[in-house]
T-cell receptor
Framework: DVKVTQSSRYLVKRTGEKVFLECVQD?????MFWYRQDPGLGLRLIYF???????EKGDIPEGYSVSREKKERFSLILESASTNQTSMYLC????????????FGPGTRLTVL | AQTVTQSQPEMSVQEAETVTLSCTYD???????LFWYKQPPSRQMILVIR??????QNATENRFSVNFQKAAKSFSLKISDSQLGDAAMYFC?????????????FGTGTRLKVLA
């Protein structure tokens, strides 16, 4: 079974802190994604990566950066956390190819105070 | 730009009954994929069913089936013999087949409640 794990289920941080969210997949997937999930807005893509060290901005990249130094790991970084970044963050991975299934992690619920 | 619309924020169904969740999309591409994902409360999102646009036949997975109307750009999910475990958020998603198009486009979701 594909497994996508995220470093924390719940995280509480202060405004201005630098926040790291880690995602690891164990199935050698080429593609990895970070989404933000908010009620009534669905899933919005923050960043995705289609290969090691390769990244593309999604729909809402402002205030975020990413790092993919190894194929299995994709990190989301909040450079200076703000209260409007309080949300559920979902990581996903997939093989290359348009029709492939995305496999999701359990999510990290981040609260910024 | 492609869009996906789920117009039903919440639906309810009686256990053992059938329910249909709606999804419409907009695209100028001729070849693409459509997905329904299920997100149970406090659990990971999983794929329910997938449809390739160039296939006429509607996809079916056990109690889950889709009604894919390409001309109308409609992709509804039918759940037959609903079970308590079907209670979840359901997301419709689109992905184009154009090379370099890595993005999945998600709808806003429909929360399904199953009544005992």
């Amino acid at each position: 079974d594909v497994k996508v794990t995220q470093s924390s289920r719940y995280l509480v941080k202060r405004t201005g802190e630098k926040v790291f969210l880690e995602c690891v997949q164990d199935m050698d997937h080429e593609n990895m994604f970070w989404y933000r999930q908010d009620p009534g807005l669905g899933l919005r893509l923050i960043y995705f990566s289609y290969d090691v060290k390769m990244k593309e901005k999604g729909d809402i990249p402002e205030g975020y950066s990413v790092s993919r130094e190894k194929k299995e790991r994709f990190s989301l970084i909040l450079e200076s956390a703000s209260t409007n970044q309080t949300s559920m963050y979902l990581c996903a991975s997939s093989t290359a190819g348009a029709g492939t299934e995305q496999f999701f992690g359990p999510g990290t619920r981040l609260t910024v105070l | 730009a492609q869009t996906v619309t789920q117009s039903q924020p919440e639906m309810s169904v009686q256990e053992a009954e059938t329910v249909t969740l709606s999804c419409t999309y907009d695209t100028s591409e001729s070849d693409y994929y459509l997905f329904w994902y299920k997100q149970p409360p406090s659990r990971q999102m999983i794929l329910v069913i997938r449809q390739e646009a160039y296939k006429q036949q509607n996809a079916t997975e056990n109690r889950f089936s889709v009604n894919f109307q390409k001309a109308a750009k409609s992709f509804s999910l039918k759940i037959s013999d609903s079970q308590l475990g079907d209670a979840a958020m359901y997301f419709c998603a689109y992905r184009g087949s154009t090379s370099g198009t890595y993005k999945y486009i998600f709808g806003t979701g429909t929360r399904l409640k199953v009544l005992a």
